[in-house]
């Protein structure tokens, strides 16, 4: 899983695999945010889960959300070589304020033709 | 549709140097973020700003500064550049009570 200080992990995997990545984040929040970020270029949102949200759905991509353990998972179905790229969970911070958002580490995704 | 566009793209300095990266975003976002990205780690916020004129310290503020003279751009300067800080700086920014953040490119840092 991924958060602050931790080292960037790094997954290799096959085109068509399903993959699932893990977060933990350490203070409460309203909302886990997942973006991507592809070689050369600043991170994308590609979902947002809500607290009040166990599960969602977005073409190949679940993210799940637990409160109760502050974790978060991205799931991709099918991986394609064009998921290839560095992968951040990331909240907002205790105080509720939404002008603050804190990434995890990251997890570099190779999916390999 | 926005863009977020930071210059430049590759900055190269000496060691003790000032620096300056500029961003500009035509969104019309309150919010504007820079946030530090070092190979193999997450992303560090150093500097944000909620609108024009406003300034707030993140996690990694010793050693920059910044300024937001106008709501469309957020600058950040480095005020000594030292050769552990070579990494990529990201701009970002968002809508006030909005969730989702939108990122520039990036200036990728080189400190000889």
């Known amino acids: 899983s991924q958060w602050g200080e931790e080292n960037l992990q790094a997954l290799s995997i096959q085109e068509g695999e399903d993959v699932t990545m893990n977060c933990s984040y350490k203070?409460?929040?309203?909302?886990v945010q997942w973006y991507r970020q592809k070689s050369g270029k600043g991170p994308a949102l590609i979902i947002l889960?809500?607290?009040?949200?166990r599960e969602k759905r977005s073409g190949r991509l679940r993210a799940t959300l637990d409160t109760s353990s502050q974790s978060s998972s991205l799931s991709i179905t099918g991986t394609l070589a064009t998921d290839t790229a560095v992968y951040f969970c990331?909240?907002?911070?205790?105080?509720?304020?939404?002008?603050?958002?804190?990434f995890g580490a990251g997890t570099r995704l190779a999916v390999c033709p | 549709g926005g863009i977020i566009t930071q210059t430049p793209k590759f900055l190269i300095g000496q060691e003790g140097q000032k620096l300056t990266l500029k961003c500009q975003q035509n969104?019309?976002?309150?919010?504007m973020y820079w946030y530090r990205q070092d190979s193999g780690k997450g992303l560090r916020l150093i500097y944000y700003?909620?609108?024009?004129?406003?300034?707030q310290k993140g996690d990694l503020s010793e050693g920059y500064d910044a300024s937001r003279e106008k709501k469309s751009s957020f600058s950040l300067t480095v005020t000594s550049a030292q050769k552990n800080e070579m990494a990529v700086f990201l701009c970002?920014?968002?809508?006030?009570?909005?969730?989702?953040?939108?990122f520039g490119s990036g200036t990728r840092l080189t400190v000889l």
């Open positions: 969104f019309n976002h309150d919010t």
């Open positions: 700003s909620i609108t024009e004129n406003d300034l």
């Open positions: 889960i809500r607290s009040n949200e």
């Open positions: 970002a920014s968002r809508r006030d009570s909005a969730e989702t953040l939108y």
């Open positions: 203070t409460y929040t309203t909302v």
């Open positions: 990331a909240t907002d911070s205790v105080s509720g304020s939404f002008n603050k958002l804190t």
